[in-house]
């Protein structure tokens, strides 16, 4: 079945760019749309956008001017950069496939999460 | 954005009892809410999707109801494997949106 893994350092210094690497594995990423959410630590989830195979993208206003999601179809992997972090950029990131469409739409599966901490 | 605002935050409750958690959007968002499960340290697992269809390998004793801008997530009879956080999203307008998330915790 289709599984997910995020990469990435784990630490990012404050202004700089935080990027993070999907790989998916046992199954394409052609004809998908795919999602990063993050969740700081004790908190809710934060969707942060999501990228068609074609390369389309839909981002989060709150985090638009900052987002970057970029796909490479020949490796497999979407991709996050998200610039001039700062310590509320703190939390574990994920990626995700969607499933369904329209209202039968909901995320899975999920990767397992990387904790990105933002500190100097 | 529409904000999905749940409650309780927490419950407590034993093992064979019936929890419902409810889900409330800002928004009319139709049926368009899907219910996760997350463990600690561990990714968000979806129940229920399109707010009552429940989703293949999950067990019927979950279950989801309602439409427009209040939903709710049941569980009929509680298992040990069940305590976890239970969020709702809604996937009708950008930005998708979460609820903060319910606790659901051993008495």
């Known amino acids: 079945q289709v599984q997910l893994q995020e990469s990435g350092p784990g630490l990012v210094k404050p202004s700089e760019t935080l990027s993070l690497t999907c790989t998916v594995s046992?199954?394409?990423?052609?004809?998908?749309?795919w999602s990063w959410i993050r969740q700081p630590p004790g908190k809710g989830l934060e969707w942060i956008g999501w990228?068609?195979?074609?390369?389309?993208?839909n981002y989060n206003p709150s985090l638009k001017s900052r987002v970057t999601i970029s796909v490479d179809t020949s490796k497999n992997q979407f991709s996050l950069r998200l610039g001039s972090v700062t310590a509320a950029d703190t939390a574990v990131y994920y990626c995700a496939r969607h499933i369904g469409a329209a209202g039968t739409l909901r995320f899975d599966p999920w990767g397992q999460g990387t904790l990105v901490t933002v500190s100097s | 954005d529409i904000q999905m605002t749940q409650s309780p935050s927490s419950v407590s409750a034993s093992v064979g009892d019936r929890v419902t958690i409810t889900c409330r959007a800002s928004?009319?968002?139709?049926?368009?809410l899907v219910w996760y499960q997350q463990k600690p340290g561990k990714a968000p697992k979806p129940l229920i999707y399109?707010?009552?269809s429940l989703q293949s390998g999950v067990p019927s004793r979950f279950s989801g109801s309602g439409s427009g801008t209040e939903f709710t997530l049941t569980i009929s009879c509680l298992q040990p494997d069940d305590f976890a956080t239970y969020s709702c999203?809604?996937?009708?307008?950008?930005?998708?949106?979460f609820g903060q998330g319910t606790k659901v915790e051993i008495k």
């Open positions: 999203q809604q996937v009708r307008s950008f930005p998708y949106t």
């Open positions: 928004q009319d968002t139709s049926n368009w």
């Open positions: 990228i068609y195979s074609s390369g389309i993208t």
């Open positions: 046992g199954g394409s990423i052609n004809s998908y749309y």
């Open positions: 399109a707010a009552s």
